[in-house]
């Protein structure tokens, strides 16, 4: 995932459905408490990292796999498939 500034916050917030606003029943109750809690931001800002370290680990692991089959020979390429998106991608530019 990609993040390229921290203007988009309150929509992100708003589409996991946290309101910054919102107290828990213990701390509109009984005044301030010694509990920690996080803010939206922290929250969202922890999740993020979760699912960065999440994505790294499945992508080294996609990495191994891949070298493992290279090493013994056993690595199929579909060059058809991969001229096709290097092309979808502008990574190529064809013009015929």
Do not use: H
Not at 58 to 76: F, I, P, T
């Amino acid at each position: 995932m990609r993040i390229d500034g921290f203007q988009n916050i309150p929509a992100v917030l708003q589409s996991l459905g946290i309101d910054k606003t919102k107290k828990t029943n213990s701390e509109s109750e009984a005044g301030p408490s010694s509990s920690v809690a996080f803010s939206s931001f922290a929250e969202v800002m922890q999740s993020l990292q979760r699912d960065s370290v999440q994505t790294t680990n499945l992508k080294s692991a996609r990495v191994e796999q891949l070298g493992q089959q290279a090493q013994n020979g056993k690595l199929a390429v579909d060059l058809d498939k991969l001229a096709s998106q290097l092309v979808d991608s502008n990574i190529i530019n064809f013009k015929g």
